[in-house]
C-alpha cells in the first residue's frame, strides 16, 4: 500500500505542504522505497537523505541503459508524482537498507526482466531480488504487451528529444 503521493512535477500548483521538490523530502525516512508512476510501468529508487535517491536508473531517463547511480529527488522523479511504498516485511532498513543500496553504485548490470529497478530496492530492503511488475506482466500476457507498447513509445520519445536536443546544440554552434 502506498502513502500519500508527494507531487515533484513541474507543473504542479504549490501547496502549503509542499512547495518544492526540498520541501517535499521532510517526512520521507532515509532507506524509504520510493515509486514514481511511469507511462505504463513505476521506476523505483531507495531514498538516502538530503533529497537524494539511489536507483537504478536503466531505463529511465535514456534509450541506453543506466547503472546504479545516486541522483537528487527532482531528477529521480522527473516530473511525475512520487510515492513511498511501504515493506513492512523489510530485513533491512533506514541506514542498512542505504548502505546496501550504495554498496551497489556503479553497477551496470540492468536486465529488464531479472535486474531492473524494482527488483534492485527488493534486494535493498529485502535481500532477495524480485519485481513484481515483472510478475505481473508473466502472469497476464495483456498486461506485458501494454507494459511493452509503453515502454517502446517512451524509447522512440526519449530518442526523439535526444535529436531534438542534439539538432539544437548543433544550431547554436
Not at 9 to 24: H, K, L, N, Q, Y
Not at 32 to 56: D, P, S
Not at 117 to 142: I, K, M, N, Y
Amino acid at each position: 500500500m502506498n502513502t500519500p503521493t508527494l507531487d515533484t512535477r513541474d507543473d504542479a500548483p504549490p501547496s502549503a505542504a509542499i512547495r518544492d521538490t526540498a520541501s517535499s523530502t521532510i517526512d520521507l525516512p532515509i532507506g524509504a522505497h520510493l515509486v514514481t508512476q511511469r507511462n505504463g510501468y513505476e521506476h523505483h529508487g531507495i531514498y538516502v537523505g538530503n533529497g537524494r535517491v539511489v536507483h537504478y536508473a536503466g531505463f529511465a531517463g535514456s534509450v541506453h541503459r543506466g547503472p546504479v547511480e545516486e541522483v537528487e529527488l527532482a531528477r529521480f522523479a522527473a516530473g511525475h508524482s512520487l510515492s513511498v511504498r511501504a515493506t513492512p516485511s523489510a530485513i533491512y532498513g533506514g541506514t542498512e537498507a542505504v548502505r546496501r543500496a550504495r554498496s551497489r553504485l556503479g553497477e551496470n548490470r540492468y536486465r529488464l526482466l531479472t535486474n531492473n529497478c524494482e527488483h534492485f530496492c527488493a534486494w535493498c530492503l529485502l535481500g532477495e531480488s524480485r519485481s513484481e511488475q515483472v510478475h505481473c506482466c508473466l502472469r497476464d500476457p495483456r498486461t506485458g504487451v501494454r507494459a511493452l507498447l509503453c515502454l517502446v513509445k517512451s524509447f522512440v520519445e526519449s530518442g526523439t528529444r535526444h535529436q531534438q536536443r542534439a539538432a539544437q546544440l548543433a544550431q547554436l554552434a
